[in-house]
């Protein structure tokens, strides 16, 4: 299956999608801010990303930069 970074602030809504995305069998790395998203990539080299644009220290469009 696909490793996947997800890259929500809302702490519900990044476990709703990362328990949905484990029972398919994905590998899922989850972060709650732009910068850790940017770190996180870096370091697991996802297969897709899912970001929120509005994230905290660095936004999503920064982020996705």
Do not use: T
């Not at 989850?30 to 644009?53: K, Y």
Request: proline share 5%; net charge negative.
């Amino acid at each position: 299956m696909a490793s996947i970074l997800i890259a929500e602030d809302s702490p519900d809504i990044r476990a709703l999608i990362q328990m949905l995305l484990e029972a398919e069998g994905h590998r899922v790395y989850a972060v709650a801010d732009g910068r850790a998203a940017v770190a996180a990539a870096r370091d697991h080299s996802p297969e897709l990303v899912l970001m929120d644009l509005s994230l905290p220290i660095l936004s999503g469009w920064e982020a996705a930069r």
